[in-house]
C-alpha cells in the first residue's frame, strides 16, 4: 500500500517537476538526457513478461505478489524482506485475512510496477531557490502556441499554473482564432491529462524503451535502403506542419521508392478534386464572409466545423451586428440535409437530401448563366429562383460555400458561381494549398491497401489516425495490415490500429512536445509545449527522423532547422524571430498569398446528372459535431457536450427525419428516470448497407430532408479507452469507398427493441411563453424593441421594500441571441474553467448533467401544445411545421438575480448576494437541500448528487484550475460569472489604484464565443460594452414577469429572411 | 370542530364504553395486555418482520450516506422526491393524533378517550418517521446542524426567511410538545403498571418513568391542570405545523407550490390522513386484543365523519387550486393545470381524485360508516390517496415548470421505496412495541368514562 501511494507520490512529483524544465522559453523544454536515463534503467532491469506468465502459471490464486522481484522470485528480495521484516516477513504467503486487500493491491501494484519500472529516482519537490524569470507563484502564465488540426491549426494561448497548463484561450493575433476557440479546441486540454493515453513503446504489447525502437527503426531503414525503399510506406493525416513534411519529404529523397499516403476519413476529396476540376490544379479557398452580403452554403457547415470555422463565424456575427434600425444584416440561405449549427443559424433553410445539393448546384449556376437548365422539383425551384435572383443582386458580395462533405462537381460548381457572381477577389479568395502534399486521400489510401495486400509493403509507418476503425469497410484494412511485415503506429492511444501493428509509438499532445503548423489561411505558427510529456510518448517528428539519417533528432532541433532556414525567405533573423514567433503564436509573413488561378471549367460541360428517385431514401456520413471522426471519442467533456441540434450526449443515433419516422414506425419514448431532460427511448434499427449491416439507435430531427439518414462518425469505438469504447454504433462500418459520403440503396429493419439515449433537452416547444423573442429584420426596423412586446414585468419600483442600490460595480452580461448560432464552445470553456466534472451517461439520462451554461435549442414556429393544434413539443409526434422548422440557440447560464428566488429559500444561507450583484454561491456552507435549485425558474443550478468529481486520478489533478474549488459530493454549484476572474482583475485594479477597465474582465465563455454573442461587464458604467447592449430596445429579460430581475438579459434575435420565400 | 354533536332528542345514545364495565375490568383488560399477556406467535412473527424492515431502512440510509442522494430518483428538475413526500404525509398522519387528543380534550369530547393514547403514540412515531426525511435528504446531513441556530464562532446564523428554517422550529416544536403531552398523559397509568407489576424489572421501569406517582389529590389536581396547559399548547400546533409544512411549497416560486389556498388545505389533508391513519391503526388492535368494548363501533363513525368532512375541505382545496389557475390567467399555473389533467402523470392526478374525493363520498351513508371492513378498506384508500396528493403537489409541479428546456421526468430508484418502506416498517414496529410495552388505552379516563356512565352522565358538559 506503501509502495502504491509513494508511487503514486513520485509520479506527481515528477509530473509537477516537468515544466519547469519545459518552461517555454525558446531552446528550453526537451529532456533528452531523462530519456536516455530512462533506456538504461529499462534495459537492466526489464522483466519478461513471458517468465513472469511461466512463474504464475503454477500459481494458484492463494499466493500473492507484491512487487514485480518478488513476483519474478528473486532470492535477493526474500532475503532482504526477512531482514526488514522479520516478524511480517512469513505473513507474505498467509493470505487469509487479508485476502482480497492483497488481491487488489498485488495487482494494481504489479499492473502500476510495469508501467513505470525504469525510473529515474525521482527527487524531492523544494522551493525554488532562485524563481524562474517570469514566474510569480500562484499567478498563471499564458503561452501561445497553436492547435494542429485536420488541414487548419488554432491559435491558442494556454493558461499555465506552475507549468500545468489549465485551460486553452483563444489567440487575438491567430487568424483561425481571432482570439475565440471552438468546443473541441477547448476540449483538447483534456486529452492531455487523459489517463488513458498510451505511456510507452510498446512492442507487440510489450513495453519497449524508445532506444529500442531506435535501434529496431534503423535497422528496418537499413533494410529498406537496400531496396530504395520499395517496401516502406508511410501513412499520415492531412500534414499542414512545414518542418514535418520536409522530413518526410528527405525521408522520401532517402528511399526513392518509399511512398507517403495520408488519409483523413471525416474531410471529403471534394474540396480537392473539385479545385482540380475548376481550375486544374489544388488551391485553398478561403472565404471573407465579413463582406458577403448574401452568402448561400451548399451543404456547408463553414461555421462550426472545417478550416477557419472559427474566424467564419466570427465575420459572419460581425454582420449581423443591430445597434439601431439602421443597421443592415448578411442573409444566409443554406441548404442542407441534416440541420447543422450553420444551417439552424440560416435565415431562409432549405432541407434537401444531400445527394441532391448537386443539381440544386447546378441549377443554380444555370440561372446564373453557367451550364445548362436543370429543373428541380417544385418547392426547391421557387427557392432557388429567389435566392438565384437575390445571390446576383448583391453582385461581387455574395459567397457560396460548398460544404467539406460536397463531391467535387458542388465544390467545382461554388467556384464557378462565385466567378460568375464576382465574389472572388472580395468574398472569396484563393491561395496556394495549406496542406504541403494535397492528395486525393481515399485514392492514396486505396493505393496503399492495394500494395499490401500485394505483399509490397514491408514496413508501413502509421503517423497518427486510426485506419483501422475508420478505413472504408471494403478495404478490409485490417486484414491486410496483417501482411505487412513490420507496422509502426504512433497514436496517442493504444486503439484499434495500434492491436494490429507490430510496435506502437505513445504520441505526444500539442502541448507537450514542439512543432509547426498552418493555419486556413497558410499563416504558419509554432507548436510550442507547454509541459515535458507527461509519459515516454513522442512525436511524429521523433518517429520520422528514426528512420532517416538522423535518428534520435528532437523535434526541437527539426522544428528550429527547418525555421533557420525558412527564416532568410522571411527576411527575420532566426533568433529575434523565434522569440517573437513564440510569443506571438504567428509567424509574421506566412500568411499566403492570393492567387488567382484560371478557372477552366464550363458547368455545361458536365455529364448530364442523373438524379436520385424523390423516393429514394440516402444515407450519409458525417463527421460528428463533438466527437469528430473518433479521435475525441475518449475526451469526456466532448462526449458529454450535448450536440447542437440533436442534444444527445454519449451516443451517436441514425438521425432520420419526422416524416420519415413517422412512415417507419421509429417511435421515441420518453423515460421517466430523467425524462425530457434525461432519457429517450428510441427505436432501434439494422441497417443493412455496401453489404454490411450495423445496428443502430434512431432520433427523430425536426428540419431534417425527408429522405436522408444520417450514420454520424466516430462512434463505436471498441479500443478507446475508458470514457469512449463501446459507445454509440460505428457508422465506419457500413461505409465503402464508392461510397463515402451518401449511399442509397440501404435497408433499414426496425429490431423492434428500443435503446436509451441520453438527450439534455428533449421539450422543443416554448409553450407560448415568452422564452426566446425573435423577429425578422422588418419586424425588428418597424419595432425595434419587439421583445418587449406582450411582456408583463414588473415595474422596478412596484414594491414595498427599497430597493437596494449598487453603487459600486454592478456585474452584468448580455447575450445577443443574434449572433449566437449554439456552437457549444462556451460550454466546454465553462467546464474547463470551473472545473466542472463529468458525470457519465447514466447520470446525464437521470437528469443530473453538471454544465453551468447550457444551449437551450427551440423550434419557434411549433405553436404550444396546450393550445392545441401544436405539437407536444416531441419530436416523434410529427406535425409540419417540423419539416422545415425556425431554429433558435439560447446560451442559458445563472441569470444572478438582484432578487434571486434562491437566495430566499436557503435554510443556510448558502447561497447570497454579493454588493457587486453576484449571486454567490458558499459551499462550505451548503448543505444540500436543493430547495434553491426548486426554487429556480431558469433551472442553471446543478447538485452534486453523487461524489461526481474525480479526486483520485492523479492526472486529473493537474488539470484543474487552482482557483476555482473543486466541489464534493452533496453542494449546489452554478455559474459564477467566473468569480474568479473578476477578482483577479480587481486585485490587479486595487493594485494600480483605479477602477476595473471595461473589457478587463472576460468570463471563460465570453472568451471562448466566436461570434461574440456574449458580453460581460459593469453595468453601471453607461460606457461598458454590456452597458451599451442592454440600453438597446432589444433587450430584454427571461420570464421578465417573475420579477426576479436577472442580471443576465438577452438581444432578441432577428433573422433577415427573404420576405419573397416566407410568403411561398 | 365539534364534529359529534347530540344526537336527535328521543334517541337512546350508544355508550362510548360497553355496558358492563368496571373500574377493575378497565384496568384488568387494559394493562393485561402489558403485564400479563404472553407475546403470542403473531406478535413475534410480526415483529420480526417489521424489525427485518427496519434493517432495510438502515441499509437504505447507510447507503445514502455512503453514496449520497445520487442513489435516490431526484435530478434536476426535480430536486425533492420520495423524501418530502414521504415527509409531509407523516407529519400529516401525526396530526390527528394531536387532534384527538389536544383539540377534542378542550372540547370535552368524551369520545376521544379510548382512542387519544395510541393517536398519540402514532403521532409521536409519525413525527420521528417525518422528522427522519428532512434530514438525510440533505446532500450533506452531516451538516444539518447548520440548519439550527446555535452560537456559531463564525457568527452565521440560519437563513431564517427560508421556509425550511420554520419547518426545523415548527417539527421540532411539535415533537417536543407531543412527547410531554403523551408522557403527561401516561402518568396515571405507568403508577397502575407500577402497582399491578408482578416482575421486578417491571417495577422498576415502570417505577422510574411514573415519577413518584402517588394518585394523591393534590397529584391529580396538578395533573389535570398540565394536561390543560399542553392541551393549550397542542392546539395551535396542530394548525401551525402543516401551515410551516405548506409554506415549504406556497412560498416557493414554483408553479403548483405557490398557492395561498395552501396552509389550510395542507391542515385539512393532514387531518383527514391522519383520521385515516387511526382508523387504519385501531381496527386491527381492537380486534387483536379485544378492546370492541372500549373502541366501540361509535367511535369508529365518529372518526368516519371527521374523515368525511375534512376530505370535503381537501376536495374543495383541489377545486380551489384548478379555479384559481384559470381565475388568475397566469399562464404557467394554467399549463400546469392542464398537465395535471393531460400530462405524463395525469394518472396519478386521477387517482388521487378516486381515492380521496370520490371514495370517502360513501361516507355519507350510516351504513358504510357502520361496516368496518369498508372503514378499514377506505381508511387504506385515503391514506394512499394523501400520499398521491404530496406527490402531485411535489413532483409534478417541479417537472413543468417555467423552462421548457428544463422539464424532466422523475422515477424513484429502489432505494426510495426502500426508505419509504423502511419507515412504514419503523412506524408499525414501533406501533407492535407500544401496544406491548404500554397501556394503549388511557386507564386513568377510561376509569373516568366508567365513572361518568354509571352516574348516568353523557359527557357533553
Known sequence: MDAMSDHEHDKQLRILEGPLAAKPAPG????????????????????????????????????????????????????????????????????????????????????????????????????????????????????????????????????????????IEGNPDHPSSLGATSAIVQASILNLYDPDRAQTVMEGGEIRAWSAFLGSAQEAATGAKAAGGAGFRILSGTVTSPTLAGQLRKLLALYPQAKWHQWEPAVSDGAREGAKLAFGRVVNTVYVPAKADVILSLDADFLASGPGHISYAKQWAGRRKLDGTNDSMNRLYVVEPTPTVTGSSADNKLPMRASDIELFA?????????????????????????????????????????????????????????????????????????????????????????????????????????????????????????????????????????????????????????????????????????????????????????????????????????????????????????????????????????????????????????????????????????????????????????????????????????????KNDLAHKVVSRGGEHGQVRSAVVDIELNGSKVTAATWTVPGQAENTVVLPLGYGRSRSGFTGTNKGFNAYAVRTSNAMWSAAGGKMTATGDGYSLACTQYHFNMEGRQILSTATLEEYQRNPAFPQEKREEVAKDDSLYKAFTYPGYAWGMAIDLNKCNGCNACVVACQSENNIPVVGKDQVMRGREMHWIRIDRYYTNSPASMDGGGNTGDPSQYSPALDNPETFFQPVPCMQCENAPCEQVCPVGATTHSTEGLNDMVYNRCVGTRYCSNNCPYKVRRFNFLRFQDWETPQLKLLRNPEVTVRSRGVMEKCTYCVQRINNARIDAEKQNRPIRDGEIVTACESACPTEAIAFGNINDPTSKVAKLKAQQRNYTLLGELNARPRTTYLGAVRNPNTELEKA | MSVTGNLPAGHEPEPWIEPGHTYASVTDKISSAVLTRPLGIGWLLGFAFLFSIVMVLNLAIGWLITKGVGIWGINIPIGWGFAIVNFVWWIGIGHAGTLISAILYLLNQKWRTSINRFAEAMTLFAVACAGLFPLIHTGRPWMAYYMFPYPSTMGIWPQFRSPLIWDVFAVSTYGTVSLLFWFVGLLPDLATLRDRAKTRWQQVIFGMLSMGWRGSARHWHRYQSAYLLLAGLATPLVLSVHTVVSFDFAVGIVPGWHTTIFPPYFVAGAIYSGFAMVLTLAIPMRKAYGMEGFITLRHLEQMAKVMLATGLIVAYGYFIEFFMAFYSGNKFDVFLAKQRLHGPYAPFYYALILCNILTPQLLWFKKVRRNIPALFVMSLIINTGMWLERFVIVVISLTRDFMPSAWGRYSPTVWDYATFVGTLGLFTMLIFLFVRGLPAIAISEMRELVHEDSHGSEGHS
Open chain 1, 28 to 167: 528550453g523544454g526537451h529532456d533528452h538526457e531523462d530519456g536516455e536515463i530512462v533506456d538504461d534503467t529499462l534495459r537492466e532491469h526489464r522483466l519478461e513478461l513471458s517468465a513472469v506468465r511461466e512463474r504464475l502459471k503454477d500459481k494458484s490464486g492463494k499466493q500473492y505478489w507484491r512487487t514485480l522481484e518478488e513476483l519474478s522470485g528473486d532470492p535477493h528480495f526474500e532475503e532482504l524482506l526477512h531482514r526488514e521484516f522479520p516478524r511480517h516477513a512469513s505473513e507474505w504467503d498467509d493470505a487469509v485475512d487479508r485476502r482480497d486487500f492483497l488481491k487488489l493491491m498485488g495487482a494494481s501494484l504489479a499492473l502500476a510496477g510495469l508501467a513505470g519500472c525504469g525510473r529515474p529516482d525521482e527527487s524531492h519537490i523544494v522551493p525554488y531557490v532562485k524563481q524562474p524569470d517570469g514566474m510569480v507563484l500562484g499567478k498563471p502564465n499564458y503561452y501561445a502556441t497553436v492547435m494542429p488540426f485536420g488541414a487548419d491549426a488554432v491559435g491558442v494561448l494556454v493558461e499555465s499554473h506552475e507549468g500545468r497548463p489549465t485551460k
Open chain 1, 362 to 662: 447546378r441549377a443554380l449556376a444555370a440561372k446564373l448563366g453557367r451550364g445548362n437548365a436543370v429543373s428541380l422539383p417544385g418547392d426547391a425551384e421557387k427557392w432557388l429562383n429567389t435566392v438565384a435572383a437575390d445571390l446576383a443582386k448583391a453582385h461581387s458580395s455574395s459567397l457560396v460555400v460548398a460544404g467539406e462533405q460536397q463531391s467535387a462537381t458542388v465544390h467545382a460548381l461554388a467556384h464557378a458561381i462565385n466567378a460568375a457572381l464576382g465574389n472572388v477577389g472580395t468574398t472569396v479568395y484563393y491561395t496556394e494549398p495549406v496542406e504541403a502534399e494535397p492528395v486525393n486521400q481515399l485514392e492514396s489510401l486505396r493505393d496503399l491497401c492495394a500494395d499490401m495486400d500485394a505483399g509490397k509493403v514491408d514496413l508501413l509507418v502509421i503517423l497518427g489516425g486510426n485506419p483501422a476503425y475508420d478505413a472504408p469497410h471494403d478495404f478490409d484494412f485490417v486484414r491486410k495490415l496483417e501482411k505487412v511485415h513490420t507496422s509502426v503506429h504512433l497514436s496517442p492511444y493504444f486503439d484499434e490500429t495500434s492491436a494490429y501493428c507490430h510496435w506502437h509509438v505513445s504520441e505526444s499532445h500539442y502541448l507537450e512536445s514542439w512543432s509547426d503548423a498552418r493555419a486556413y489561411d497558410g499563416t504558419a505558427s509554432i507548436v510550442q509545449p507547454l509541459i515535458a510529456p507527461l509519459y515516454y510518448t513522442k512525436s511524429a517528428h521523433d518517429v520520422v527522423a528514426a528512420f532517416g539519417d538522423k535518428p534520435g533528432q528532437l523535434p526541437y532541433d527539426a522544428v528550429r532547422a527547418y525555421w533557420t532556414e525558412a527564416s532568410t525567405h522571411l527576411g527575420t533573423a532566426i533568433d529575434a524571430g523565434w522569440r517573437k514567433w513564440l510569443n506571438d503564436g504567428v509567424i509574421s509573413g506566412t500568411k499566403l498569398p492570393a492567387i488567382s488561378p484560371e478557372l477552366k471549367f464550363s458547368p455545361a460541360s458536365l455529364p448530364a446528372l442523373e438524379g436520385m428517385p424523390a423516393d429514394q431514401v440516402e444515407y450519409i456520413f458525417r463527421p460528428d459535431p463533438t466527437v469528430y471522426d473518433g479521435r475525441f471519442a475518449n475526451n469526456g467533456w466532448l462526449q458529454e457536450l450535448p450536440k447542437p441540434v440533436t442534444k444527445l450526449t454519449w451516443d451517436n443515433a441514425a438521425l432520420v427525419s419526422p416524416k420519415f419516422a413517422g
